[in-house]
């Protein structure tokens, strides 16, 4: 009971529900098609949350349910490519309004955490979500592996918007 009660303490810290107030807010793409965007993303580089430690083959799935909201599985192997696989299932929730590029992400009962769509490629390739605290950034990709070019075209749309790339984490990936 203690290691659960830890756990939800230890999400409901880092998603806290403030926006940092010396930044402008990010903006998000103009419109996502739900239907498009969903199914399977490798995540390439973020900067990560606590529960992303040391991941080996990220992947988070998206799946519309009926009610609107998104089925999210989000897992990796952790420590290598043969370590324990950790499978975590928040819920997304698409904000009325946003154009569906704005969701918030529930871990834990009632907490909701921002979850910005702020790049998405024409041909839905290629996504960065961010959070206007400029706290976790995941830029992530259809494919398990970028090219040099796209990658640092990504990581410049990341810098512009406020991140220290610095602390950007590139993800291994096996197919």
Not at 110 to 119: C, G, N, T
Not at 133 to 144: E, I, N, T
Request: proline share 6%; glycine share 6%.
């Amino acid at each position: 009971m203690l290691k659960i009660l830890f756990k939800v303490i230890s999400i409901m810290s880092i998603f806290g529900l403030t926006a940092c107030q010396n930044l402008p807010p990010i903006k998000t793409v103009g419109q996502v098609n739900l239907e498009r965007f969903m199914g399977d993303w490798y995540v390439i580089a973020a900067i990560p949350t606590f529960i992303e430690k040391d991941p080996y083959n990220p992947v988070e799935r998206y799946q519309q349910n009926t009610d609107g909201s998104i089925a999210t599985t989000f897992t990796f192997y952790q420590g290598s490519f043969d370590g324990p696989l950790k499978t975590y299932h928040p819920t997304g929730f698409v904000v009325e309004g946003s154009n569906n590029a704005e969701w918030k992400m529930q871990f834990v009962w009632p907490f909701k955490s921002e979850y910005l769509i702020a790049y998405l490629s024409e041909d839905y390739q290629h996504t960065v979500i961010a959070r206007n605290k400029r706290d976790y950034v995941w830029l992530m990709s259809r494919q398990p592996h970028l090219d040099t070019e796209t990658y640092n075209t990504l990581v410049s749309k990341i810098k512009d918007m406020g991140y220290d790339t610095s602390k950007l984490q590139v993800f291994p990936h096996q197919k």
